[in-house]
T-cell receptor, first 117, second 114 residues
Framework: AQTVTQSQPEMSVQEAETVTLSCTYD???????LFWYKQPPSRQMILVIR??????QNATENRFSVNFQKAAKSFSLKISDSQLGDAAMYFC??????????????FGKGTKLSVKP | GAVVSQHPSRVICKSGTSVKIECRSL??????MFWYRQFPKQSLMLMAT?????????EQGVEKDKFLINHASLTLSTLTVTSAHPEDSSFYIC??????????FGDGTRLSIL
């Protein structure tokens, strides 16, 4: 069975600094998708970034980028120039389907990110 | 972007009552909707997958008779917690998607059973 592990329950970063959130996963599939979701105090889940496993190039969305290491089954999220609004719970997720249409979005336990002014 | 509306955002009710939660895709037709449950400081756990016009597919351990899911149209799915008890208190989140898009999540419903 697929699993997603986030080993950092909490992280803290100074405003304008860079922080990296870790995520590892376990799967026997060769084709799959990885996601990072943000859940602010308002509790709405917001898609931050996604990566297709067959793509070697790391995904980037503005200040957010990933370091995808397929062989190591690692998928870390780097947040550059951290802002106060980045404070939230961050969930790493795995799916064998691009949109998770089969409902098999498997989430990690989350990392709570605090941003210090 | 795609918007998913979930209503109500919060509900408090007495033990034994049934509670209905609505999930609507406001600007797209959702071929599939999902219902998740999230305990405090925990991750999201998938409860069921719902396709329009079909019976929902429940995850192992989720009681079908307890959590009734109806997906009557491409823009609306409902979750009814029947005869709710305090242990059903939780945060319930729905999501919706089309065939080629990632899941878009609602704002969630905090259910408190007294």
């Amino acid at each position: 069975a697929q699993t997603v592990t986030q080993s950092q329950p909490e992280m803290s970063v100074q405003e304008a600094e860079t922080v990296t959130l870790s995520c590892t996963y376990d799967t026997s599939e060769s084709d799959y998708y990885l996601f990072w979701y943000k859940q602010p105090p308002s509790r709405q889940m917001i898609l931050v970034i996604r990566q297709e496993a067959y793509k070697q190039q790391n995904a980037t969305e503005n200040r957010f980028s990933v370091n995808f290491q397929k062989a190591a089954k690692s998928f870390s999220l780097k947040i550059s120039d951290s802002q106060l609004g980045d404070a939230a719970m961050y969930f790493c997720a795995y799916s064998t389907d691009y949109g998770g249409s089969q409902g098999n979005l498997i989430f990690g336990k989350g990392t709570k990110l605090s941003v210090k002014p | 972007g795609a918007v998913v509306s979930q209503h109500p955002s919060r509900v408090i009710c007495k033990s034994g009552t049934s509670v209905k939660i609505e999930c609507r895709s406001l600007d797209f037709q959702a071929t599939t909707m999902f219902w998740y449950r999230q305990f405090p400081k925990q991750s999201l756990m998938l409860m069921a997958t719902s396709n329009e016009g079909s019976k929902a597919t429940y995850e192992q351990g989720v009681e079908k008779d307890k959590f009734l899911i109806n997906h009557a149209s491409l823009t609306l799915s409902t979750l009814t917690v029947t005869s709710a008890h305090p242990e059903d208190s939780s945060f319930y989140i729905c999501s919706a998607r089309t065939a080629d898009q990632p899941q878009h999540f609602g704002d969630g419903t905090r259910l408190s059973i007294l």
